[in-house]
């Protein structure tokens, strides 16, 4: 039997930002962390954000007002 090689040890940071989080303000969060990471000499944290947002409607790069079927304003 080959013996298995040790696994590495990973470290997860949870960030608990609660409840109606604005949806920018979540994204800008996590934007944040993320370049810090990229920037950090040391070895990366993953990060765990739990929280909830209003919903959203994503539209994709290629999307057009007139897919929108319904009133906007409402």
């Known amino acids: ?10 470290r997860l940071r ?3 930002l609660g409840r109606d989080v604005p949806y920018r303000a979540a994204l800008a969060r996590q934007e944040s962390c993320a370049e810090a990471r ?6 990366p944290c993953e990060t765990l954000f739990l929280l909830e ?3 959203v409607f994503t539209l994709g790069r ?4 007139s897919h929108v079927l319904w009133d906007v304003a409402v």
């Open 1 to 10: 039997m080959t013996p298995r090689p040790p696994t590495l040890a990973r």
């Open 14 to 16: 949870v960030v608990d």
């Open 38 to 43: 990229r920037e950090a000499d040391a070895e």
């Open 53 to 55: 947002h209003a919903p």
């Open 62 to 65: 290629n999307a057009d007002p």
